[in-house]
T-cell receptor, first 115, second 113 residues
Framework: NAGVTQTPKFRILKIGQSMTLQCAQDMNHNYMYWYRQDPGMGLKLIYYSVGAGITDKGEVPNGYNVSRSTTEDFPLRLELAAPSQTSVYFC??????????????FGQGTRLTVV | RKEVEQDPGPFNVPEGATVAFNCTYSNSASQSFFWYRQDCRKEPKLLMSVYSSGNEDGRFTAQLNRASQYISLLIRDSKLSDSATYLCVVNYAGGTSYGKLTFGQGTILTVHP
């Protein structure tokens, strides 16, 4: 059982380049999330999705786009990379059967540097 | 005001010590609460859920006070392996925000010999 798989693990981008961070889960979870974590800080929610075809903005969505065409995949797109987007990006998924059971499972993260 | 706020830390304690972390949340519509643990340069992992009646898992005890919008985590008999960042997490379940997990900034714990 692979859980949540993120690719790539590391990436260096030049200012203005674009890229897609891939995230896939094989647990049939309907909820998926993208977070970023800056050094010494907590996780900030970028976008999340409650099911295929449905996405919503989190706390810091500017400069990013997402899509959710299938239950399994939730890619994150950076269109015009900026140094402020240098961060560690985590994808997560959960299956909230009820309001008391929303454990999120995380991928191993993508370390992105924009120079 | 941040949606979820934690003790700034860092906490530096000797092995065997008892240490407590606090967390406050601003949205009274919050439905469920968790503590996650994050090791250096790793992904967060669930430590324990927090229930209204309080709950215990070995050396770890979590408490929730809905009236004060406050969550705590107590670690007894600290081990070197407890050194990590502890993240307070709140799930909002109002309107279209159902299932949106919001993280605190984390509290760093270092347990030394």
């Amino acid at each position: 059982n692979a859980g949540v798989t993120q690719t790539p693990k590391f990436r260096i981008l030049k200012i203005g380049q674009s890229m897609t961070l891939q995230c896939a889960q094989d647990m049939n979870h309907n909820y998926m999330y993208w977070y970023r974590q800056d050094p010494g800080m907590g996780l900030k929610l970028i976008y999340y999705s409650v099911g295929a075809g449905i996405t919503d903005k989190g706390e810091v969505p500017n400069g990013y786009n997402v899509s959710r065409s299938t239950t399994e995949d939730f890619p994150l797109r950076l269109e015009l990379a900026a140094p402020s987007q240098t961060s560690v990006y985590f994808c997560a998924s959960s299956y909230p059967r009820d309001t008391t059971n929303t454990e999120a499972f995380f991928g191993q993260g993508t370390r992105l540097t924009v120079v | 005001r941040k949606e979820v706020e934690q003790d700034p830390g860092p906490f530096n304690v000797p092995e065997g010590a008892t240490v407590a972390f606090n967390c406050t949340y601003s949205n009274s519509a919050s439905q469920s609460f968790f503590w996650y643990r994050q090791d250096c340069r790793k992904e967060p992992k669930l430590l324990m859920s927090v229930y209204s009646s309080g709950n215990e898992d070995g050396r770890f005890t979590a408490q929730l006070n809905r009236a004060s919008q406050y969550i705590s985590l107590l670690i007894r008999d600290s081990k070197l392996s407890d050194s990590a960042t502890y993240l307070c997490v709140v799930n909002y379940a109002g309107g279209t925000s159902y299932g949106k997990l919001t993280f605190g900034q984390g509290t760093i714990l270092t347990v030394h010999p």
